[in-house]
């Protein structure tokens, strides 16, 4: 592909049936914003949410509100939602705590229902707190599994009657390669294990059927294209036909079958309402629902469209300014439906190219241990944006503006 030029990205914006989504978001004007695969933008409904929730809801009308504004319905009324996005039904998605915490459920639910089998497969390159989270989960339950990890090419033959559980995320955080979810999960389901996807990569930007693919757990969270806000709360997936026998460790008390029974010993509620644990958030969820309202509204293939033409035409750029020659490496699947919506090249001076580039309101993020990270986000991303940023990223390259102290200096996130 041959990089359209600055005047003919232009024309494609104008042209976008998706261009008018980028008003619905709080950007501060001069930022191009790349890195929406890690922190989602502001949606301006998301403002006037949390306003009428803190000053209504919570100021006025205090406690009532947990039947008054429907508080209480929260978790499973954002994830009816969110199940939209993903292939599932309303009662197969619910809202709470964070990726990890509900990685912990699933796994232990899985694990429970494969009492027989002991190891735990995954990929190398799989997102660290997933890994972590399966480590801290086999210390709990006494070591009796392992945790397996291969590389992507050597899943179909690293399966065997011991795999009690295969874990991956559908789009790898660093590269952003995108796993066949109906196939692997076919396959693991072929082998007698259960298949738990991390979604985080996923919803709200690529193509998700999890019911399609016959799945049978799933988690994600709702930071990243789902623009929740920061620490947003995460989703749990579970197919309906495991909920009857979903055992999970961390039985709290909106878990239970009646709550507000104050019982001294637990019941677990029918349906996912069990995978609820502690009180939820209601300022979190009410902005996670104005983000979520947002990707519902804009036509999801155009989505998957748009982000896919913005990677080709970064890559595009990028290359045909001699990006190779300048010592970058394509990281991504150069193929755009292998890749989740964002496109990693590798660099041997990663970090300090990249704080230049934020220094230049180009806002992408690194990480280690060479990987500069461009996510496109399809519902306020420009075509021109993808232009600009590959047209500043060459020419700090060759400038080498990037070797200056501040920018070697490495912050607590990256």
């Known amino acids: 592909m041959t990089a359209p030029s600055r005047d003919e990205c232009l024309a494609l914006d104008r042209a976008d049936p998706l261009g008018r989504c980028r008003d619905d978001f709080a950007l501060p004007p001069g930022v191009v914003y790349l890195d ?7 949606p301006k409904t998301a403002l006037h949410r949390l306003d009428e929730v803190a ?45 990890s915490i509900n990685l912990f459920k699933v796994l232990y639910a ?25 480590e801290g989960l086999i210390r709990t339950l006494g070591g009796r599994h392992r945790l397996r990890l291969v590389e992507p090419a050597d899943l179909p033959t690293a399966l065997n009657d011991d795999t009690a559980v295969v874990m991956l995320t559908q789009v790898n955080y660093r590269t952003g390669a995108l796993h066949d979810l109906q196939a692997v999960t076919a396959a693991a389901q072929t082998a007698g294990a259960l298949m738990v996807w991390d979604l985080a990569h996923s919803a709200g930007a690529v193509r998700v059927d999890l019911n399609a693919a016959h799945a049978d757990f799933a988690v994600g969270c709702g930071y990243k294209y ?23 460790p961390l039985t709290g008390w909106l878990g239970h079958a009646d709550p507000f029974a104050f019982e001294p010993s637990y019941r677990p509620a029918p349906g996912l309402g069990r995978a609820l644990c502690g009180t939820p958030p209601v300022l979190s969820l009410a902005a996670l629902e104005a983000g979520v309202d947002g990707v519902l509204a804009a036509d ?36 755009a439906a292998e890749r989740g919506s964002q496109v990693s090249f590798r660099h041997a001076q990663g970090y300090p190219v990249m704080q230049a580039l934020i220094a230049r309101s180009v806002i992408g993020d690194f990480r280690a241990p060479d990987i500069l990270r461009f996510g496109f986000a399809p519902l306020y991303v420009r075509y021109v944006d993808a232009w600009d940023a590959a047209h500043a990223l060459i020419d700090i390259l060759e400038t080498q503006a990037w070797d200056r102290p501040e920018f070697k200096r490495r912050s607590a996130v990256t």
Do not use: C
């Not at 899985?110 to 002991?118: G, I, S, V």
């Open 300 to 335: 999801l293939q155009a989505l998957r469209a748009k982000s896919m033409a913005l990677g080709d035409l970064f890559i595009a750029a990028v290359e045909g300014q001699g990006g190779q020659r300048l010592g970058l490496t394509l990281a991504s699947p150069r193929n």
């Open 36 to 42: 929406g695969n890690s922190l989602g933008a502001l």
């Open 226 to 248: 789902l623009n929740g806000g920061p620490g947003a709360p995460a989703f749990l997936y579970a197919a309906r036909r495991h909920h009857a026998a979903f055992n999970q």
């Open 110 to 134: 899985a694990l429970d229902l494969r009492k027989e089998r002991r190891t735990i497969l995954s990929e190398r390159a799989n997102f660290p707190t997933d890994l972590y989270t399966v």
């Open 55 to 99: 000053r209504v809801e919570w100021g006025r009308d205090l406690i009532t509100s947990w039947n008054k504004h429907g508080w209480i319905d929260l978790p499973r009324r954002v994830g009816g939602k969110i199940a939209r996005l993903i292939g599932a039904e309303a009662d197969e998605v619910i809202v709470a705590d964070s990726t």
